[in-house]
């Protein structure tokens, strides 16, 4: 095996080992450590069009440790502020891993995720009907998180291999499509008996989206009639499996309960939004913020928004660079996504996938997850390739030009 390969199959096994992070650190963060050295030490090249990534990442990480400064000597705040970089190191990192070599690390990246999401999937499902003797270790609330420590970042982490494997078989014969299937579905039993709203609503638009711009690039209009086709056809398909699994008598109350879109602790007073409305009031006049952990303490509840808690944890320098990265990674990778590349459906998956992440983000902190970072360092690595790509292309001369 090669240096080259090494490296890369440590990326692997990261990404494949992030089905279980209920410690930490986990088995995902010590291998992704070995891998940043590992190519530190080798080098990675840094592509000008990711310049603004980093520097926004890099302006983000000093907002923390300024209004770490107010609550330094509080409990666990110095241990929050270090995740917190070292998230930002991984998204930058997986940024530049992309940059290079990026249609084999890609579809690299793509295996690994898949492997991790069917782990995850499979044990959400052993745990969920009591099949193993540990199955209480892969609940909570009575609604399977697999080896994760909450349910509502299980199911978010699903997502991705669920859009990989959907594209997989709008692409597929019919013979590829059977084996497609049963690991896309263990996938979707494990979002759905994760019973995370915001989830089921995350697959649904995420999926859309995968679709629509999936249909986009097709090559010509047969090609875009048989996505068409089989995404109804996956659509009924997963209607069905969903009919049945709620109709179990473990599930249909559990599930009639969570599918409701009002929750009390949503809209009452003192709620979820109601807090958000008062924090962000509370964030004009806190250029500093006010502290991690600081807002629980305040409002009786955490803050559930990745937008606000910006303003709180990071003070006004992370709060305005939060919605500035998000706008500009939305505006390159729609500006980019559809350039044809050899590692254009991946990218397809990987842009979907955050982009429906980050409006749920305004209902629920995303900052401290593990795929979220990933997915962002991702969606730049392919606009800085498919950047690259487009001028390497318009450089090859064409015929007129050779004459």
Not at 46 to 52: E, G, I, S, T
Not at 231 to 257: D, G, K, Q, Y
Not at 287 to 299: D, N
Request: hydrophobic residues 55%; aromatic residues 12%; contains cysteine.
């Amino acid at each position: 095996m090669s240096g080259e390969s090494l490296r890369e199959s440590i990326v692997w096994l990261a990404i494949a080992s992030s089905f279980f992070v209920m410690f930490e650190p986990a088995a995902y963060d010590l291998l992704m450590i070995g891998a940043v050295v590992l190519f530190a030490a080798t080098g990675l090249k840094l592509p000008r069009a990711l310049l603004p990534f980093l520097l926004l990442v890099i302006l983000y990480q000093i907002g923390a440790l300024l209004t770490l400064t107010i609550v330094f000597d509080r409990a666990n705040t110095q241990k929050w502020t270090t995740v917190g970089v070292f998230l930002a190191i991984t998204g930058c990192f997986y940024a530049l891993f992309l940059a290079e070599r990026t249609e084999i690390r890609a579809k690299l990246i793509a295996n690994a995720w898949v492997v991790a999401g069917v782990a995850s999937g499979l044990f959400a499902i052993l745990g969920y009907f009591h099949l193993v003797p540990f199955a209480d270790t892969l609940l909570k609330y009575n609604r399977a998180k697999g080896f994760f420590k909450d349910p509502n970042v299980f199911a978010p982490h699903l997502i991705f291999p669920a859009l990989v494997l959907m594209q997989q078989l709008y692409w597929a014969s019919i013979k590829r499509s059977l084996i497609v299937l049963a690991p896309l579905g263990i996938v979707m039993a494990g979002i759905l008996l994760s019973f995370s709203r915001g989830s089921w609503g995350h697959l649904i638009a995420s999926a859309a989206l995968m679709t629509v711009l999936t249909v986009l690039s097709a090559p010509s209009r047969g090609s875009r009639a048989r996505i068409l086709v089989t995404c109804l056809m996956a659509t009924l398909a997963a209607a069905a499996m969903v009919v049945v699994i709620v109709h179990l008598p473990s599930v249909s109350s559990l599930f009639a309960e969570r599918a409701s879109l009002e929750q009390s602790y949503d809209t009452e007073h003192g709620g979820r939004f109601s807090n958000h409305l008062a924090g962000f009031q509370l964030a004009l006049e806190k250029p500093l913020g006010i502290g991690i952990f600081q807002f629980s303490k305040r409002f009786g509840a955490d803050v559930h928004n990745t937008y606000l808690n910006a303003f709180m944890s990071y003070g006004w320098l992370g709060g305005i660079v939060v919605p500035v990265l998000t706008i500009l990674t939305l505006v390159s990778g729609f500006r980019t996504v559809l350039i044809a590349s050899p590692w254009r459906p991946i990218f397809i998956c990987t842009f979907s996938t955050w982009t429906v992440l980050m409006i749920e983000a305004a209902v629920i902190d995303v900052d401290h997850w593990r795929h979220q970072w990933a997915l962002l360092g991702m969606t730049w690595g392919f606009i800085a390739a498919n950047i690259a790509y487009r001028r390497r292309a318009s450089a090859i001369p064409g015929p007129a030009t050779a004459a």
